[in-house]
């Protein structure tokens, strides 16, 4: 028997790519993360490039991102689209393809061209 994840949520790389649209579809909710209790992530339903409705948990960077722009209030942020960018970090202990949110009427923060790193091969 194959095991299939728990619940319906957004996988990098499969349901969504760097670059891809989303649109949130409510104002969220905080949820207890299985690995550690006594934490808490916020939540929200969204609309896929597909047109799948999954969940997608919001890190602090993308919540960063969305206030920024449409205010801390979750509910300004219903029918809202953003901008992914899928970036790989160490998450609990693994490395991981970690999905982070821009407002699409919004550009990421720009980086000056000298605090870029270059690396030479």
């Given at each position: ?94 490395r991981k393809d970690v999905i982070y949110l821009y407002p ?8 000056p061209e000298e605090e870029i790193p270059v690396v030479e091969k």
């Amino acid at each position: 028997m194959k095991i299939k994840p728990i619940g319906n949520f957004v996988v990098a790389g499969v349901d969504v790519k760097d670059g891809d649209t989303i649109t949130i579809l409510d104002e969220g909710e905080y949820r207890k993360l299985p690995q550690d209790p006594k934490r808490e992530v916020l939540t929200f339903k969204v609309e896929i490039p597909s047109g799948a409705e999954k969940s997608l948990s919001v890190n602090a960077t993308s919540q960063k991102n969305l206030i920024e722009v449409w205010g801390d209030d979750s509910e300004n942020w219903i029918d809202k689209q953003c901008r992914v960018e899928i970036v790989k970090q160490q998450v609990f202990e693994k490395r991981k393809d970690v999905i982070y949110l821009y407002p699409i009427n919004a550009t990421p923060i720009d980086i000056p061209e000298e605090e870029i790193p270059v690396v030479e091969k």
